[in-house]
């Protein structure tokens, strides 16, 4: 009897070999023949084994490993083009100016308050209020400094008089020098303590140093203050207006002291006041990285400690000519890194629209813009959806003016 081939279970084949169906499967003997399910390499090795099959034999495992072979799986199809925003690079320039935005305060600010612990009795001014130097603001309760004050003011007389006695004694000799010794240091330390106490007595009154305005009054009369609590805010208004802002450290390079400033305050719109550099930061802040620039602003009667203001500040030009910078939107720059960048540039080659990963110069920020340099003339970058494209991805470019006209597929 011929054996034939039929699909079974998948990945088996049913076989249909007297004999040979009877040694694999286990069933010789038992007198059961017929069909049995086996698995490609089982077919194959049983008609190996079996001399009896001869040539035809070999060629019916031919068949074997030819009907074990299914339809070839279709190459996966590629992924389709990120859809993608791009611009054109506008013209390039020499780095120019960066912005800043802080409050604006006058130099000479004083949070102030007591020296001593007490009751606040009186709060004698309320924010907006002027005042002079010297101008009581707040007093607290007195008696406690008071009692101390008497009593160190009690013993200070009692020491004096023990001090006149040993004097007194030691001069006809019935008491020896360190008696006297002791007296005097006694008399020392009790004047020490009076003067704290009037000391003290003195700093039961809150008075103002300079003549300003009242910023902000921060207690009321009935509680408890601690020595160093700020209950009043005053502002000296002699003192210059200046704008305190944070600057990224890659952004503090150019920028000197005297260098001008355009500034412009949310409160005065379409408004610019003139301003200088006044201080640079020495430092970074830790967590950060920006560095604290103070600029001095020309005072106008409108312009109020806390207002919101930004200023535009210049570099110097540099002593050698440096790399032109374009300007593109920050939202392309990737990863950003002291002076050096990247961006994905469009590549409009044979096989289609592709990202580039092109690594540039970076010169910092200017508003909502990044200045770049090292992009051939004419490049185009991606900016929504940069985040999501790799190198060598292909892209479609959602808006054709980026590409002139074309559809970017």
Known sequence: M????????PGSLIVVIPEASQRLSGTQGTGRRGAVHLDPGQALRAFRDDNRWGASGAAFAALLALAACGPAKAPAAPPPPQAVEAVAVSAPRAAGGVTATGTLERRREMALSFRIAGVLTRVAVEAGDP?????????????????????????LDKARRELDRARTLYAKGYVAKARLDDAESAVRS????????????RWA?????????????RAQAGEVVQPGQ????????????????PLPDRDVAGIGVGAP???????????????????????????????????????RPELRSGQIATARLARRAPASPGPAFARVPAEAVLEAS????????????????????????????DGDDALVA????????????????????????????????????
Do not use: C, H
């Open 205 to 217: 009154q809150l008075v103002s140093p300079a003549s300003g305005v009242v910023l902000e009054r």
């Open 190 to 201: 009790a004047s020490a303590a009076y003067g704290a106490a009037a000391f003290d007595r």
């Open 131 to 155: 005042v002079r130097a010297g101008q009581v603001l707040a007093t607290i309760d007195p008696a406690a400094v008071d009692a101390r004050q008497q009593a160190s003011s009690a013993d």
């Open 374 to 409: 090292g992009l051939p003339d004419g490049a185009r970058v991606i900016t929504a959806g940069a985040g999501f494209v790799s190198d060598g991805d292909r892209v479609t470019v959602t808006d054709p003016k980026a590409l002139g006209g074309k559809s970017g597929r």
């Open 338 to 365: 002291g002076g050096q960048a990247a961006v994905l540039r469009l590549d409009n080659g044979p096989g289609g629209m592709r990202a580039r990963r092109t690594p540039v110069r970076f010169g910092g920020f």
């Open 2 to 9: 011929r054996g034939r081939i039929d699909r079974g279970l």
């Open 230 to 245: 700020a209950v009043v805010s005053v502002a000296d208004l002699n003192s210059p207006l200046v704008l305190r802002a």
């Open 261 to 299: 400033v355009e500034v412009t305050v949310d409160a005065l719109p379409g408004q610019v006041l003139a301003g200088r550099v006044t201080r640079l930061g020495q430092s970074a802040d830790a967590r950060t990285g920006a560095v604290t620039v103070e600029i001095e602003v020309a005072a």
